[in-house]
T-cell receptor
Framework: EAGVVQSPRYKIIEKKQPVAFWCNPI?????LYWYLQNLGQGPELLIR????????DSQLPKDRFSAERLKGVDSTLKIQPAELGDSAVYLC????????????FGPGTRLTVL | SQQGEEDPQALSIQEGENATMNCSYK?????LQWYRQNSGRGLVHLIL?????REKHSGRLRVTLDTSKKSSSLLITASRAADTASYFC?????????FGAGTILRVKS
């Protein structure tokens, strides 16, 4: 069974540029999560999707961050414009229906903003 | 905000020794989980312990939970170089997980 796929694995951009991350969850997992992980810290939830609905986006900085999961499968997280402080690892995870404790994580995208 | 606080922040041991990491949290929980993260990789689920359980084993892992003290410990016995990683506790926070800052474990061969 394929795991959670994320791309790109690494991204280097200059500040004020836009950037997008893509995630393909495990087949059959209707819940998808985007986490932010700063260096030396644990992941912090940005947004959680149940199918195509964002059910918890309270921690998503909506002035510059946006996310979508149009068909309830793949998801894209976008930052526009990026700031220096956005340098971090962006993790995607998915879980089976009604089993949010069983989260499977992708390898993450390491973003560096110069 | 992160609910769990791991202790120590970093731990260095020799191969074959046991490693113990602690996690303290602030609010009541339904369960607590431990995850491992190898350098440059995503998190891997290790073990889940429910609030009505006090101890749980999985292979070389032993987890304890003390809800009265709001704390948990993860013991890795007979450590191996491959156990070198960061370890995070995560508590359930209403349909989502809240992670601590992690313990960096280095096992020297």
């Amino acid at each position: 069974e394929a795991g959670v796929v994320q791309s790109p694995r690494y991204k280097i951009i200059e500040k004020k540029q836009p950037v997008a991350f893509w995630c393909n969850p495990i087949s059959g997992h209707n819940t998808l999560y985007w986490y932010l992980q700063n260096l030396g810290q644990g992941p912090e939830l940005l947004i959680r999707y149940e199918n195509e609905e964002a059910v918890d986006d309270s921690q998503l900085p909506k002035d510059r961050f946006s996310a979508e999961r149009l068909k309830g499968v793949d998801s894209t997280l976008k930052i526009q414009p990026a700031e220096l402080g956005d340098s971090a690892v962006y993790l995607c995870a998915s879980s089976p229906p009604d089993r949010y404790n069983e989260q499977f994580f992708g390898p993450g995208t390491r973003l560096t903003v110069l | 905000s992160q609910q769990g606080e791991e202790d120590p922040q970093a731990l260095s041991i020799q191969e074959g020794e046991n490693a113990t990491m602690n996690c303290s949290y602030k609010t009541s929980i339904n369960n607590l989980q431990w995850y491992r993260q190898n350098s440059g990789r995503g998190l891997v689920h290790l073990i889940l312990i429910r609030s009505n359980e006090r101890e749980k084993h999985s292979g070389r892992l032993r987890v304890t939970l003390d809800t009265s003290k709001k704390s948990s410990s993860l013991l890795i016995t007979a450590s191996r170089a491959a156990d070198t990683a960061s370890y995070f506790c995560a508590t359930d926070g209403g349909n989502k997980l809240v992670f601590g800052a992690g313990t960096i474990l280095r096992v020297k061969s």
